[in-house]
């Protein structure tokens, strides 16, 4: 079971679920921007969620089996082909060896997935395979890496209904310990505020725009570095707010207004450049009910998979695809 | 009339943690205490805890709120601060002091000049004070294995640059607010840049990732550009010709 890249896109990961117990050496989480799509990839090839699988930042690449493999492919779509045939996202498939699968630009969204059956294998690393590209641990795929995965079988042919994550929309927010460094006026402001998403966005961080006055923190240059986690919305010394993601430092000294739910922040990485964000304040209790409602909807995902052609609507839009791209003649 | 002390105040880190600050500035004693706090809370192996650390300040929980609620984390919390007088308890044992050859000044280093008139210091006397100076680990944090180092004498507290200096590279030493911080990586910053080292923080590719630990003390004596050319040969090992011995006091 293995993968030959062919051809990549510039920004390419392997991640899995992180690393956890190392903030107190400055090494912070990393892993996947989008774990909901982790566990969905999971959930279709019948395996554990802490596997790897490739992360892809706006473009995928060329993949050739070089040996019979499955695969799932999920988080933003992607348009996807094997052997120039278009695949359905959001579904499992099985590449018989030479057969190549081609990945192209996200749709919709930021981060997609390729999962592999048995998960890719890689040197595991204080307990992860996450690549953390800025604290130099791994570095990004390319061509000519071969993607290896654990021994496999099982099936393909499945598919999951997505949760709609992928252009923008409301973030949940919970007050942290510097939000009371912002007046009331400004909070208000906050959560009124139409935020986009900026131009500026890797793994450590994302940026926001919005028209009006920045956010400023009273005292705002004289506050001592605390700890820093992912979801963290920051406000720079301009007052414009970057919410931070899994490769974000482990401390710093700019303060933070609010924090993102951990059950939101699929939404928020997949945010593309130029879509709407707006952020509400929930209390500790009501985000208790969002976090423990996620955690069961990522429990039941692999009884949400479903057979990939049974359906009709999904057979009509295979034949939609085939028929847009013209590769598929009748007489195939 | 003077409010009254909030410290050791509790509070959330989002959905998934509690911070327990020991004051508002970095002092010995609220560093002693983040230290010691963190090595407790370690030691008892709480159930649900997921991750600790401290900052110059503050000690940090991260927990899973499904198992144990706040209001229980909070409980917990403030019960063990009751035990005892945090601020005065010893430092973490195994410390270790670390001598780490270091150019001052010089185009390898090019803001010691600069950095010695923020200090009112003609160049000779900063470099005399600096390398003479112990310093503590403080915490590490922002990038992984980096410490921020202090005090420095009230001389050096210097604000941050006003323009960032756009890279500095690993094994800097920067100066400001009368810490240095020994970088582990490239990365620009809005410190200093007044000494430069072969000293790598972070290891990845060796056993033992992370070189330094909090409590650890450090003092960077100077040494020639031509000492540190010659240490850089042959540094297979990322010490950067540092020598290291426990501190048994």
């Known amino acids: ?332 | 009339m003077t409010p009254p002390n909030p410290f050791p105040l509790v509070r959330t880190v989002g959905l998934d943690g509690a911070l327990v600050t020991f004051g508002d500035a970095v002092t010995e004693p609220a560093n002693r205490a983040a230290l010691a706090f963190r090595a407790e809370i370690e030691r008892q192996h709480w159930d649900g805890v997921t991750e600790t650390s401290a900052s110059l300040a503050s000690t940090y929980i991260r927990f899973d709120p499904v198992n144990v609620p706040h209001a229980e984390v909070t409980q917990r919390l403030a019960a063990l601060l009751n035990q005892k007088d945090w601020y005065s308890t010893p430092l973490p044992e195994g410390r270790r002091l670390w001598c780490v050859p270091t150019v001052y000044g010089t185009d390898l280093a090019p803001q010691l000049e600069e950095a010695a008139a923020a200090a009112g210091l003609d160049p000779e006397e900063a470099v005399r004070r600096l390398s003479q100076t112990r310093v503590r680990v403080l915490t590490i944090g922002f990038a992984p294995g980096q410490p921020y180092l202090g005090p420095l004498g009230p001389e050096f507290n210097i604000p941050r640059l006003q323009e960032l200096n756009p890279m500095v590279p690993e094994g800097a030493l920067v100066l400001a607010i009368s810490q240095f911080v020994l970088f582990s990586g490239p990365t620009p910053t809005g410190w200093r840049h007044v000494g430069q080292t072969a000293f790598r923080c972070f290891r990845p590719e060796m056993a033992q990732s992370f070189a330094l630990r909090p409590g650890d003390e450090m003092l960077f004596k100077a040494v020639s550009r031509e000492e540190l050319e010659h240490i850089r040969d042959d540094n297979a090992d990322g010490s950067g010709g540092a020598t290291c011995q426990e501190i048994t006091a």
């Open chain 1, 1 to 332: 079971m293995s993968l030959t890249v062919r051809r990549i896109g510039p920004a390419c990961t392997l991640q899995d679920q992180g690393r956890t117990g190392f903030l107190d050496q400055g090494l912070s989480r990393s892993g996947a921007a989008d774990i909901l799509a982790l566990h969905e990839g999971a959930a279709l090839l019948g395996q554990s969620p802490d596997c790897a699988a490739l992360e892809m930042a706006g473009m995928g690449g060329e993949f050739e089996a070089s040996q019979p493999t499955r695969i799932a492919l999920t988080g933003a779509p992607m348009k996807a082909s094997i052997d120039g045939s278009p695949v359905v996202w959001n579904a499992s498939h099985q590449l018989t060896q030479g057969q190549r699968l081609v990945i192209g630009a996200a749709l919709q969204g930021n981060y997609g997935y390729l999962h592999v059956g048995g998960g890719v294998e890689a040197a595991v690393f204080l307990g992860s395979r996450s690549t953390h590209l800025t604290a130099k641990i791994g570095r990004v795929v390319q061509a000519g890496d071969v993607l290896a995965a654990g021994p496999d079988t099982g099936n393909t042919g499945l598919k999951l209904i997505p949760s709609e994550r992928f252009s923008g929309g409301v973030l949940h927010v919970v007050a942290s310990f510097q939000t009371s460094l912002f007046d009331n006026t400004a909070l208000d402001r906050f959560a009124r505020t139409k935020f986009r998403r900026g131009t500026r966005a890797n793994r450590m961080g994302m940026q926001l725009e919005s028209d009006g006055d920045g956010f400023a923190a009273k005292g705002q240059l004289n506050i001592l570095s605390e700890v820093i986690t992912p979801g963290d919305i920051q406000m720079t010394g301009t007052g414009s707010p970057f919410i931070l993601l899994p490769e974000c430092q482990t401390t710093g000294g700019y303060p933070r207004i609010a924090t993102v739910l951990p059950c939101d922040m699929p939404r928020a990485a997949q945010t593309p450049a130029g879509a709407p964000i707006r952020f509400e304040f929930v209390t500790i209790d009501q985000a208790m009910a969002l976090h423990t409602r996620f955690q069961s909807e990522l429990a039941h995902l692999p009884r949400q998979v479903e057979p990939l052609l049974r359906d009709p609507h999904d057979i009509a839009d295979l034949l939609s695809y085939q028929l847009i791209s013209g590769v598929i003649s009748a007489t195939d």
